[in-house]
Every structure is written in C-alpha cells, then in structure tokens.
C-alpha cells in the first residue's frame, strides 16, 4: 500500500507521512473539543445537585434523596473522568503511538458507564431493598425534601440545555435525538446527554417517592422509589457501555458520509473506480481513511503518485477530521469482481 503524502506535491502546511495529516501548526491551538462546555457545566451542576440531594436526605431521612445524593456524586467522577478523557485525547501523535491517542476519550467514557452502574445504580438498588424490608423507615419534614427536589430539577435542567445547545451544534438536521444519541461518535455529548436526562427522570421519581409517602403515611414508597432509580441508573449504564464499548472496538464513520465519500474519490480524475474504501473513527474528531483505487489509464509513476494527491485533497474536503489517509493504487481485474479486495 502506498502511503498518502508524497512530498513535492503537498499543498502550504501539510505534513506528510505516515499518510496525509491535519495540519501541525494547528495543534498548538487545536480548538476546544465538542462536549467540553457541556462536561464542564454538568460538573458545576452535578456538585451543586448532589449537596442540595444530601441537605434533603440529612432533614428528610428519605432513601430516595439518598440514591439521588449517590447519582449526582457518582455524575460529579463522571464529569472529571471525562475531562481527563478529552485532555488525554487531545495529545498528539508520537512514535509509539503515531494515531494518537483519540481513543482515551472513549475509554474514559466506558468507565463512566461502570461508575455509574457499580456507584449508582447497584447501590441505589440495594439501599431501595433495604428500605422496602425496615420497619422503622419514616420520614421527617418531607416537604423541605420537595423544596430542595425542585430546587435540584432547576439546576439539572440548565446543565440539560447547555448539553443540549452544544449536541445541536453537531446534530444533523432532522435527525432525532434517539437517533443522534445512538450514533454520535462524541462520547462527551452521550454522556452529558443521558446522565443529565437520567438526573430529571430521577428527581420526578424522588419527588413521586417524596410526596406519596407524605400523603398516605406509607414509608414503602419512598422505598420503591429507590429502587426505581436503581433501576434507572443501570439502564442508563448498560447503554453507554454498550455504546463505548462499540466505538473503542471501532466505528467507521456514517454509511451516508461514506457513500459520499467513495463516490467524490471516483470523481478524481484519473480514478476509474474505488475498489476498497476503509474508514475508523480513532476519536471522536480523528478518522483513518484507507482506499483502493483502480487508474483510468496505464500511468508511470509521477501519474500515480499525482492521482493519490488528488484523492488525498478530496478526501481530506469531504472529512475535515480526518487524521490519516493512506491511498493504494491498483488494477481493477473484472475477474476479481465478486471478490472484496483487501
């Protein structure tokens, strides 16, 4: 396989080999990562909730607050593994690891799922159970509990839209956001997203966990409550891990944008056809591009090594992100057809 970059024919500013790269100068000022300004407005919001939850629970006694304490401390870690995540990302290749190190971010989102699962949702589980089967589970001043409830909803819903504002910024138009959530490669904008999502689902269960009890005398539903979070929390973990657990195996970019993308390369001139097309997200903002390509005509080698900047050049407008791209020449055999060339 020839690799992308051959020298002469790189445009100002880029560097080549092991393939065609983005830019260096730019590295120094790489812009601040999609999901940043989300992550940091959960943290502050997540630290503000989770004492809020824990004054409600010192008054109160109400293991719902408690379980909603643990979500909100356990979302604060999720918060700092994820800007440990972006910062570990964002360091440029080395020879020991010449892709980067993009896939950090992915990593620490796995173990946000963990955390979540194993800090929250289990626990909340288990201290839900244990409320269900105590006989001297009551509760104290439930309506303070409600105040600082409402008080918390407030604050999750404003780090909600923050999340929100920023996922739109990178949401294609018309797609729903099951569908984004689903697909996004950002793993900051999931975890923000479902995290922030789960708190307020949280709090209307607390909260209905709250006032029942207050209202029929009848501790037990504070307890179900708990362990309705519980439940909550390790849905919503099982998702993103499933979730990372698919983009730290390896993703390729969206089938429409690869599509696109073999059909601007058999465009090129001098292309005649795309035999392979590869592509894999190492990061959210990091793709690999691999492509086979068959020449329109016998060509020495100045001809080849010019088509394979020609396609670097299309390559690199149709995915801005792209990290490296490594263009093979080859013969197009109509014997080989109904064989996937490698």
């Not at 269900?132 to 918390?152: C, K, W, Y």
């Not at 590869?278 to 959210?284: A, N, Q, S």
């Not at 050049?313 to 263009?327: D, G, H, N, Q, S």
Request: net charge negative.
């Amino acid at each position: 396989m020839t690799q992308s970059g051959s020298g002469a024919a790189d445009g100002p500013g880029l560097h080549t080999g092991p393939g065609l790269q983005r830019p260096t100068e730019h590295d120094e000022q790489r812009a601040e990562p999609i999901g940043r300004r989300s992550v940091l407005a959960a943290l502050g919001a997540n630290l503000a909730v989770a004492l809020t939850k824990f004054v409600g629970f010192l008054v109160t006694g109400s293991s719902s607050l408690l379980a909603e304490t643990l979500h909100s401390v356990a979302d604060t870690g999720n918060q700092l593994l994820l800007l440990v995540g972006s910062h570990l990302g964002g360091v440029r290749p080395s020879p020991s690891q010449p892709f980067g190190r993009g896939r950090e971010r992915y990593f620490w989102a796995f173990v946000v799922g963990l955390v979540l699962f194993g800090l929250g949702g289990v626990f909340s589980l288990w201290e839900g159970y244990r409320k269900m089967t105590s006989v001297d589970h009551e509760l104290v001043s439930p309506a303070v509990g409600i105040g600082l409830l409402l008080v918390a909803a407030v604050i999750e819903a404003a780090s909600l839209r923050t999340g929100l504002s920023e996922a739109d910024e990178i949401r294609p138009s018309g797609q729903s956001w099951f569908h984004f959530v689903r697909r996004t490669r950002n793993p900051e904008v999931t975890v923000v997203l479902l995290e922030d999502g789960a708190a307020l689902l949280g709090l209307a269960i607390a909260f209905a966990g709250v006032a029942a009890t207050w209202a029929t005398g009848n501790a037990a539903w504070d307890g179900i409550a708990t362990l309705a979070i519980g439940g909550l929390l390790c849905v919503v973990a099982a998702v993103l891990t499933i979730e990372m657990k698919s983009l730290l195996i390896g993703e390729t970019i969206a089938p429409g944008r690869s599509r696109e993308l073999e059909h601007i390369i058999t465009g090129v001139a001098g292309v005649d056809r795309v035999l392979n097309l590869r592509t894999e997200h190492l990061g959210p903002e990091q793709v690999l591009v691999c492509v086979k390509i068959a020449l329109t005509e016998p060509a020495d080698l100045q001809r080849v090594v010019e088509v394979i900047d020609l396609v670097e050049r299309a390559v690199a407008a149709e995915i801005p992100e792209m990290l490296t791209c490594y263009v093979e020449p080859d013969v197009f055999d109509p014997a080989r057809s109904d064989v996937e060339w490698t």
